[in-house]
């Protein structure tokens, strides 16, 4: 099974990537340490930033 970051939303390959687990267990999965650094250390939403795959889903729903 390929995993997703959990950021950006992309594919992971298998090898590659990074994995965070957090103080309560819950595991992120990461795909670059770009998307590591937005989620963890700039607190950003993938909702809010412009190269995620969110965003642009968010942005389609609205134009209908």
């Known amino acids: 099974m390929a995993k ?6 992309t594919r992971i390959e298998q ?3 990074k ?5 309560d ?15 963890l ?3 950003r939403k993938p909702r809010t930033t412009r190269w ?3 965003y642009h889903s968010i942005k389609k729903g609205a134009k209908q």
């Open 52 to 54: 995620t795959e969110e």
């Open 4 to 9: 997703k970051c959990d950021f950006c939303k």
């Open 15 to 17: 090898g590659t990537g």
């Open 19 to 23: 994995i965070y687990i957090k103080k």
């Open 41 to 43: 250390k700039l607190k």
């Open 25 to 39: 267990g819950k595991i992120l999965d990461f795909c670059s340490n770009k998307c590591e650094k937005n989620m």
